[in-house]
T-cell receptor, first 113, second 116 residues
Framework: AQSVAQPEDQVNVAEGNPLTVKCTYS??????LFWYVQYPNRGLQFLLK??????LVKGSYGFEAEFNKSQTSFHLKKPSALVSDSALYFC???????????FGKGTRLSVIA | GAVVSQHPSWVICKSGTSVKIECRSL??????MFWYRQFPKQSLMLMAT?????????EQGVEKDKFLINHASLTLSTLTVTSAHPEDSSFYIC????????????FGPGTRLTVL
């Protein structure tokens, strides 16, 4: 069975500082990993994904994530946080079959000016 | 990126009535669509997986007779909440996966259902 863990319910960071939102996963085969962002009363917006290839993936709005197979992690990062980055972030995983995404519980990011 | 629309964005209905929510992939074809439910401050709960032209696959604990899903074309799936009750009030989000092989799921903006 697939699962995703986001160990932090809330992450607070000052504007301009680097941010990290943590994610670890468990799948039986090779993972397809995704990050999504959700603003209040909105659906999910796709940020980035890892399927194969380079472990460092760059996505929308300056976000990036690093796939670490040995640690089964896919942490989301941004070098310099903006207040507008404040939102709910979801990590998701699926295996290589035709299976739906499994989501973590989400991490609320607050960027303080 | 690809766009998924949902209609309506919010709906208020009386207990006992049925509500239909539409999900459309606007600029891509989606063999598979998914319906999720999200409670306040919680993650997304998968309700069902819908494949075009075939019956939906429901997750354990989701009543298929209450939540009717139809996926009649590669760009349209509908979720009908039948005989809605206040406990059905929630945020419903659809998602569509491209058939091009990129494996990305794109999400609609969600539908806020309030049953009085």
């Amino acid at each position: 069975a697939q699962s995703v863990a986001q160990p932090e319910d809330q992450v607070n960071v000052a504007e301009g500082n680097p941010l990290t939102v943590k994610c670890t996963y468990s799948v039986s085969g090779n993972p397809y990993l995704f990050w999504y962002v959700q603003y209040p009363n909105r659906g999910l917006q796709f940020l980035l994904k890892y399927i194969t290839g380079d472990n460092l993936v760059k996505g929308s709005y300056g976000f990036e994530a690093e796939f670490n197979k040995s640690q089964t992690s896919f942490h989301l990062k941004k070098p310099s946080a903006l207040v507008s980055d404040s939102a709910l972030y979801f990590c998701a995983v699926r295996d290589t079959g035709n299976t739906p995404l499994v989501f973590g519980k989400g991490t609320r990011l607050s960027v303080i000016a | 990126g690809a766009v998924v629309s949902q209609h309506p964005s919010w709906v208020i209905c009386k207990s006992g009535t049925s509500v239909k929510i539409e999900c459309r992939s606007l600029d891509f074809q989606a063999t598979t669509m998914f319906w999720y439910r999200q409670f306040p401050k919680q993650s997304l709960m998968l309700m069902a997986t819908s494949n075009e032209g075939s019956k939906a696959t429901y997750e354990q604990g989701v009543e298929k007779d209450k939540f009717l899903i139809n996926h009649a074309s590669l760009t349209l799936s509908t979720l009908t909440v039948t005989s809605a009750h206040p406990e059905d009030s929630s945020f419903y989000i659809c998602s569509a996966r491209e058939t091009s092989g990129t494996d990305t799921q794109y999400f609609g903006p969600g539908t806020r259902l309030t049953v009085l």
